[in-house]
């Protein structure tokens, strides 16, 4: 038998070496999860001390079932899914866009690359001041530029599903940076000979983008939808800074938030439901389980249709 | 070699720690001890004047007693309850501004959780000040009807607030030539003045959206002037929000909403609010009486006064302030600084400290020897036998209700997407109908 690490006790190195990685994995990651299950069968309040009591399936059929407010749930989780549907596709395309744009050999190529990936570092408390004082209604830059066409800057404290489309851009904006990056290493690993053979052969730059750039860019493709799709799945952070808990603009993430930690009723007595808030939590976890693993499948068809 | 060097090096550290041990104890015990120096942590949330206040409170403080540093946190006011919660639960604070103690669960309504403030002492987070000597300086309705529960002392209330007035801007009347308004009607007039002359009619911090709304209590009051009857109305079907006189109301939050409020206001975050109004170009500013302060520091020398809302085309009906009483101060039971907090509290409920204090944000005093002497103070006066509890302070919501089962008039455009009082009032009550029926 062939040992890669020897005999003895260092055959067992890997698995050592591995060690504080699977640790680090269960009590951040796992466990977590694993009490997030237990805590959605409870009426937890995420207060030390105080008594939890096993309530079964109640806080589910609380939330799906009971009264106008599980319908409200129900509008938030769609609009949840419209929210993925929107960041998903514009991040995508947008980031592939610029990453190509950004990859030809132009001047200035690498300010443009860190102007694209900057939002990424500001953190989502400064994403969202940024755009608040952007969209000041009364003399913030927008509102001065909208006054020129006798328009207002009224967009995250107007109609809902006007502060809603804006928290949508913002999402892309903050975060189209990852996904330019991601685009821009699979554009690299791309060997300019296929270029140069595609131009011999007469393709035109679609047929060159279609034939050569898009198959081979498959892993970056797949990296890239999951990412954006889980991503935008459980986005809670800008709508908590640009909007609050407003009608008719909660996305399950931040329902999840509010909810957990007595918000939801705007007042500042509501109470703490951190077991209610749990099987939302399950919830939207089988909402992500599911579109990951329905993406990732027909993303990995299509990556072994290409390598066929 | 090596295994002679770690074993030479634990009975050298083993050693020092013994003698160091031994060391302490041979410490002489007849000198009294140095104070022992305390971090004393505090946390409040953000209302700028308090803030100052609390800054220059807590220096002296510290002059007085050096071994105490206070490292005072400042949150906003929407995020209190969450980081009271997770600081109160990692027993990573000592001293916390606590809101609302109040909406305790009525006997008419049904699966309604308790509220955060109960939750917190029922999980044995929050000290026990009963027979603490300061809790004297305070009126004992005040301990009693915001700070007490099961007959124990948690919270000592450092004021009431009035949210249902009005604050205008005098030089602004006269110079219009527009008489304070003291019916619906009259202020409807004085709006359509202003607006005639180029001047925003009323500005609100619409971007928190609670302020919208919050300004509109007073018409809520002025429609339902006994709001705990209002309450138990609603819970047991007496009063409902699409029936005459709601639809009243509904009709009125319309007009505020969108003849009334200034062109922008969704935009504006509520600390910023009291500013735009003290720059003068605004005619009024429904809000509450913390205000008050804001104001004075934005434009010492602006004038304003305040009202009530005049929400009824009756006047009688308009003579109420409602409001609430406001933060207090809780002490985390398990803190390890006990006697610094204890002290904190009680320096802080020293009658001229406190005046100081409600001075500072402008609340009506809970300490009966207090005076109101700020601006505010002298405008609210002539009410405060007409002062009552709010709604908000009554209203837990029945689980199932949906999200328009509130009386505000934020679901109104601009703010929100309703523009037909009749088809709002009726959402707003199949809303709320929803959860009384899924609580049966």
Redesign the interface.
Known sequence: MNYHFGRGWTRWSPYLLLLPGILFYFVIALGPSLATTVYSFTDA???????VNWVGLANYK?FLL???????NLSALGRTLVFCFFVTTIQFGLGLLVAMIVNQNLKGRNFFRTLYFMPIILGAVIQGLVW?LF????G?PM?KFLALFGA??????????VAFAWVIAIQIWANMGTTMIIFLAGLQTIPSELYEAARIDGANPWQVFSNVTWPLLTPSVNTNLTLNIIGSLQAWQLFLILI?????TQVLGYLIYATG???T?????????QGYAASASIILFLLVLVLGMTTNYILQRREARIME | MSKKLYLVLTIVVALSMLLTACGAKATPTSQPPAAEKVTLRVLVHQNPPMVAFMEEFNKKFQEKYPNITVDMAVVNANELSTVTQTRLTANDVDVVDMFGFANGAQPYMKQVDPPNWQQLIDAGLLMDLTGQPFLKNYDASAIQDAGTYNGKVYEINLGRVSYSGIYYNKDLFTANNVKVPTTWTELVTACETFKTAGIPCMTAGGKDGWPIFVGAYGLLGSIYPDQAALVEGLWTGSIKWNDANSLVMWERMQVYARDMMEEGASGIAGDAAPGRFASGAVAMFPGGTWYGPAIDAAQPAFKWGYIPFPGSDNADDNKYLFGKYDQGWVVAAKTPNKDAALLYLTEFSDPANYQAFVDAVGFIPTQPTAKLSTGIGAEVAPYLANFRVGYEQYWIAPKGAGQFANPWATYFKPFGTDDDPKTLADKVQGDLQAGLNAVK
């Open positions: 309040t995420g207060i030390k001390g105080a008594t609380e009971m009264g106008q407010a599980s319908k409200d608040s969209l000041y209604p009364l913030g509102a207002r800057s009224e967009f995250l404290g107007g109609p809902p599903f609050g808990y407003r009608n008719g930690f007595g918000q009723s705007g007042s500042v007595t509501s109470s703490f439901r």
